[in-house]
């Protein structure tokens, strides 16, 4: 993490534009996370990968990652019916006090 912050502050001392950096900024952490998603492929086997979350809003992020992790042979899992975020998650949250309530 201190890399990225030390390459951010060098970018802004270089007069690099903000967009530039932001740039730069989302296609290091859509490395790092297809990084570690391989990581956890060598060590359990997992080949699935579900892109979820707040985060995953960011549109550069979730096509960076995504597009990352197909050309890698994961198979990728998005957001289609419900929205990624909170609105995902009160569904979630929805749906298990219904089954309860079933039960």
């Known amino acids: 993490m201190d890399a990225i912050i030390r390459g951010i502050v060098a970018d802004i001392k270089k007069g690099k534009t903000a967009a530039g950096i932001a740039s730069r900024f989302h296609f290091t952490v859509a490395g790092l996370t297809v990084k570690m998603c391989k990581i956890i492929r060598s060590d359990t086997g997992i080949k699935q990968v579900?892109?979820?979350?707040?985060?995953?809003?960011?549109r550069q992020l979730l096509e960076g990652v995504y597009s990352k992790l197909r050309a890698s042979g994961f198979k990728v899992y998005v957001n289609s019916l419900y929205p990624c975020n909170d609105g995902g998650i009160a569904f979630g949250q929805f749906a298990v006090a219904i089954s309860r309530r079933e039960r």
């Open 50 to 58: 579900v892109l979820s979350g707040g985060v995953f809003q960011n």
